[in-house]
DNA sequence: TCAAAGGGTCACATTGATGTGAAGGTCAAG
DNA sequence: CTTGACCTTCACATCAATGTGACCCTTTGA
């Protein structure tokens, strides 16, 4: 597919696109006339990166990530990393954690805080109005 | 304590106490010589606003949810929520999950990449040096 | 009393992720 | 053959989070 239907599928602007392969995250091919032609597994690949660049990782880092999350089969990995590679992986890793933790630690919060204000709030009002806008957050599935 | 001792309490340059008390993030109070006076619970809040930044939140959103991270004893909420800060949480709320779990993701992804690396390099030399660089992440403690 | 350490404001520079527009090539449809 | 939709590169602009330095004041200790 061409830039315009991965920038469609995606929600990313094609400048960001373009962004992400100057960054080395996308490697697209191109056709004769000189067009980026994107496979199908772009479309998950670019919501992934847009997934981590909205948490904060910059693109250097998701760059160096972008192996590991892609070892759907469990196959051999084709480039057998360096050590130092994985050092690299293994401070992240524990980076991550450390951002999960503080995330969730403030999801349950708002969560905490959105359900003490229903609580407080006139529940009959809450019963006949509240039920289209009611937050759903699981505490168990992560 | 003033803004020296923060800064290293929290490992927090004294430009960026300056910039997130400019963003409203963090009001100290003043001592008579116009030097700023913070208390104690601005290192775990100046620790908290880091963490959060650092997951890509920005400053105008931790602004909105700072009320909610301390509401430590389950009193009453002193500025009770207009409809429209509920509203703003709960996409916040909504928003912050989606990052969650594309970082679980992730995560995960590593450890498992560490982890069949690891099995399938040499065992020997892995028992031998690896005891010290092991890595520890916990699927169940989120 | 003087120096050093720390505090204050102001302001400009930088970096990463973006927005936006100019100038031009490709291609399908009318 | 021309128009419009799509693509290309290049380049400058913006925004938030930071770095950095200038310049001056306050406190403390020798």
């Known amino acids: 597919m061409r830039i315009g239907e991965l920038a469609d599928r995606t929600g990313t602007p094609r400048r960001l696109l373009r962004y992400y392969e100057e960054q080395g995250l996308i490697v697209p091919g191109r056709s004769p006339n000189g067009y980026r032609d994107y496979h199908e597994g772009y479309v998950d690949r670019v919501l992934q990166i847009r997934g981590l660049l909205d948490s904060g990782l910059p693109t250097r880092v998701i760059k160096q990530l972008l192996p590991c999350l892609h070892s759907k089969p469990r196959a051999i990995h084709i480039t057998d990393p360096t050590p130092e590679t994985i050092a690299t992986l293994e401070r992240e890793l524990e980076?991550?954690?450390?951002?999960?933790?503080?995330?969730?630690?403030?999801?349950?919060?708002?969560?905490?805080?959105?359900?003490?204000?229903r609580r407080s709030q006139q529940p009959a009002a809450v019963a006949a109005a509240g039920s289209g806008a009611t937050a759903r957050y699981e505490t168990a599935g992560v």
């Open 95 to 117: 980076r991550i954690s450390e951002r999960i933790q503080c995330l969730v630690r403030s999801r349950d919060a708002i969560a905490d805080y959105l359900e003490t204000t």
